[in-house]
C-alpha cells in the first residue's frame, strides 16, 4: 500500500467514507461531486478516502489529480494507492488509514443522495446496530425505460437493493452503500483478501455478513441513506450473467468449501428446473435455475481442479 496524500491535521472526522476504485476516475468524480453537495456536511464533519486499486501510472495521477481538486473545494478527500489487485485488499489499506468512529463503504460507480450523511450518521447516534445497509436504487431515469426493465429482471446482475421501510433488521450485506463501528473489525477482521472485485470477483459482503451475524452483531436497514446505482449495459448480457454466477460459486466455494456430496445434487437440481421451467415458459424461473446451474458447474470444476480423493468429500 502507498500513501498518496497524508491525512490533514486536525480533529477526527465523525465519518470516513471509503471508496475503492479501478480504472472509473469519470464514475468517481460524480461520486465525489455528490459527496460535495451533501446535506449536514457542515455539521458532522467527514473524509473521503479512495483506494486506488491496481490503476496503472496516468490512473493513478488521475485519481490523485481529482482528489487534489475536491480537497480544494472544502472536502477532505485522501488518496491511498493498493497496487496488488483485489477490492478488498485497497479497501483494507483504507481502513488502517481511517481516522473515524464510523466507516462508510461506496462504490466507485454510485451516486449518493443528499440526505446519506445525515441519515448515516443518525443511524448510529441510535445504537441498536452496528453495521448499516442503505437502499442502492435504480437511476430515477431508468425506471420507466421499458428495454432496461427487461433486461434487469431478466439477469439481475446490478445490485439494486431495496427493502421495505418499515423492515429493520436484515442478515445480510451488498457492499455498494453500507457503514460500520471501526472497533467491528478487531472482533470480526478485516475483509477476506480472496473474495471479491479483483480476486474471486464476487461475495466479500455476503461472506463478511455471516462473520458479523455469527460474532452476535446486527444488520440493520437505513431506508433514507440512499444511493443510486449506474447502469453499465455491458452487464445485462448472457456472458455477464454466465460469468458473475461462475464467480459466485468459486467464491461461495472458497469460504463455505461445499463438499462434492452437496455440489452434485445441487447440480442435479438445477439442471432439472432449468429444463422444467424452459418448458413451462417461464423466464424468471428458468434464469435463476440457469444461474445456479452455471454456479455449481464453477464449484464442480473448481473442485476437481484440485481433486484429491481422500479429501474431497
Not at 479501478?22 to 453537495?37: E, F, Q, T
Not at 446535506?39 to 478516502?49: D, K, L, Q, S, T
Not at 450523511?117 to 431515469?141: C, T
Not at 428458468?286 to 468429500?313: I, W
Request: hydrophobic residues 40%; proline residues 5%.
Amino acid at each position: 500500500m502507498v500513501r498518496e496524500l497524508e491525512a490533514e491535521a486536525g480533529n477526527p472526522p465523525a465519518v470516513s467514507v471509503i471508496v475503492a476504485t479501478h480504472d472509473r476516475v469519470s464514475s468517481l468524480r460524480l461520486l465525489l461531486d455528490g459527496l460535495s453537495r451533501l446535506n449536514g456536511r457542515e455539521a458532522i464533519p467527514f473524509e473521503v478516502i479512495v483506494a486506488n486499486n491496481a490503476g496503472n501510472d496516468a490512473t493513478a495521477e488521475l485519481v490523485a489529480k481529482t482528489a487534489r481538486e475536491y480537497s480544494a473545494s472544502g472536502v477532505a478527500v485522501r488518496v491511498v494507492r493498493e497496487p496488488m489487485p483485489g477490492k478488498c485488499r485497497a479497501q483494507n489499506a483504507a481502513i488502517r488509514e481511517a481516522r473515524g468512529p464510523i466507516l462508510a463503504f461506496l462504490d466507485d460507480d454510485v451516486k449518493v443522495t443528499p440526505q446519506w450523511l445525515r441519515a448515516v450518521h443518525d443511524f448510529f447516534k441510535k445504537g441498536a446496530f452496528e453495521v448499516m445497509q442503505g437502499p442502492i436504487l435504480m437511476p430515477p431515469e431508468m425506471q420507466n425505460d421499458q428495454e432496461f426493465l427487461r433486461a434487469y429482471h431478466r439477469y439481475r446482475t446490478i445490485p439494486f437493493v431495496q427493502y421495505n421501510p418499515g423492515r429493520r433488521e436484515i442478515t445480510t450485506l451488498t457492499g455498494a452503500n453500507m457503514a460500520m463501528r471501526r472497533e467491528l473489525f478487531s472482533r470480526v477482521g478485516l475483509f477476506d483478501e480472496r473474495l471479491g472485485p479483483g480476486r474471486s470477483g464476487i461475495s466479500e459482503d455476503v461472506e463478511f455478513a455471516q462473520r458479523i451475524i455469527r460474532s452476535g452483531g446486527r444488520i440493520g436497514y437505513e431506508p433514507r441513506a440512499a444511493v443510486y446505482h449506474e447502469v453499465d449495459w455491458s452487464r445485462l448480457t448472457e456472458e455477464f450473467f454466465r460469468l458473475r454466477h461462475e464467480q459466485q460459486g468459486r467464491s461461495r466455494l472458497l469460504y463455505k468449501k461445499n463438499s462434492i456430496l452437496t455440489i452434485v445434487p445441487n447440480l442435479l437440481r438445477s439442471v432439472w428446473s432449468l429444463g422444467w421451467y424452459s418448458l413451462m415458459g417461464k423466464e424468471r424461473e428458468k434464469y435463476r435455475a440457469k444461474g445456479r446451474y452455471f454456479h455449481y458447474m464453477a464449484m464442480l470444476s473448481e473442485k476437481f481442479k484440485t481433486f484429491n480423493p481422500f479429501n474431497a468429500l
